[in-house]
């Protein structure tokens, strides 16, 4: 069984930042799709955070770790303290553009208890990949809870928080629908100022 835990770092970290988390994924096992070029380590402009993509048997892996320590002086890069999560990840191209599907890999927990009390959730990006540059936004949320409210996207989901964050419930089509329709909308998909690039 697959978790995703809401209340871990990463999960927090991607809610801060104004994700939509879905409860099924944007994929369908006949829409994945594998682009080569995305195996290997990508890195921001100051190494803080990698991103880590490896084969696996129906997608990705994705091991994404960001710096919590700074080298020292001395500039020992080994002494850097990095923070990991492992995710699967799967790629699907939609109307010509290329989305990403993460989903955390289950938390080592011992706690029965405390794994019943954890929601499975995807998150979804589209991707941008040009040579040795990789460029990677979420669904916005405050554009999507924006625009549901406006009555001009329907959709199927969720409020909580007191209303103020959404779970998509929609099927996997939908979010397909969705997407597609979206995917050039740089308020749905805002492309980062940053892009992540191949690690040497």
Request: hydrophobic share 40%; net charge negative; with cysteine.
């Amino acid at each position: 069984m697959r978790f995703l835990v809401g209340t871990l770092l990463f999960g927090i970290a991607m809610l801060m930042i104004g994700c939509v988390p879905s409860l099924h994924p944007l994929y369908t096992k006949e829409d994945i799709f594998i682009e080569p070029a995305l195996v290997g380590t990508w890195v921001n402009n100051d190494e803080s955070e990698i991103w880590r993509f490896e084969l696996s048997s129906d997608g990705y892996q994705l091991s994404h770790s960001v710096r919590k320590s700074r080298p020292p002086e001395n500039g020992n890069r080994e002494a850097e303290q990095f923070e990991t999560a492992e995710f699967e990840a799967r790629l699907v191209r939609i109307g010509g553009f290329l989305f990403m599907d993460l989903f955390p890999e289950e938390p080592e927990i011992e706690d029965d208890l405390y794994k019943m009390h954890l929601l499975p959730v995807h998150t979804i990006l589209r991707v941008w990949l040009e040579g040795d540059a990789l460029s990677m936004a979420m669904l916005d949320h405050d554009w999507l809870m924006t625009e549901i409210e406006g009555g001009r996207i329907r959709i199927a989901h969720e409020r909580w928080d007191d209303g103020k964050n959404i779970l998509l419930t929609a099927s996997s089509r939908e979010l397909q629908d969705l997407v597609a329709e979206y995917a050039e909308n740089p308020k749905a998909f805002p492309e980062p100022e940053e892009r992540l690039h191949r690690w040497r």
